[in-house]
Nanobody, 121 residues
Framework: QVQLVESGGGLVQTGGSLRLSCAAS????????MAWYRQAPGKQRELVAG???????NYADSVKGRFAISRTNANNTIYLQMNSLKPEDTAVYYC???????????????WGQGTQVTVSS
């Protein structure tokens, strides 16, 4: 059983900051890429930021320079530091990971349950 658990969402004013965390747990052999997605009401889920096992990162244009993704391989956790938040950043943020479980020869894609981020104007 593999789980992704997010935390750190909440309500913040425009210009404020939040830090999201996502911890992977369970019968994990290794984790490849991990990422943060978000979904606003009435919109499709979109990639916010991703990070590979080697530490390479990529960001949506809308968050470049404001958000930073990081990863600690020791405890299978990723973070999303969100600065200069805007009302349009309001969404449910989801953690995503490609994981090779123990005793398996292929990876599977996993999602967390999501955490709400609300930015008030």
């Amino acid at each position: 059983q593999v789980q992704l658990v997010e935390s750190g969402g909440g309500l913040v004013q425009t210009g404020g900051s939040l830090r999201l965390s996502c911890a992977a747990s369970g019968r994990i052999f290794s984790i490849n890429s991990m990422a943060w997605y978000r979904q606003a009401p009435g919109k499709q889920r979109e990639l916010v930021a991703g990070i590979t096992g080697g530490g390479s990162t990529n960001y949506a244009d809308s968050v470049k320079g404001r958000f930073a993704i990081s990863r600690t391989n020791a405890n299978n956790t990723i973070y999303l530091q969100m600065n200069s938040l805007k009302p349009e950043d309001t969404a449910v943020y989801y953690c995503n990971a490609d994981i090779l479980p123990l005793r398996r020869t292929y990876t599977s894609n996993y999602w967390g349950q999501g955490t709400q981020v609300t930015v008030s104007s």
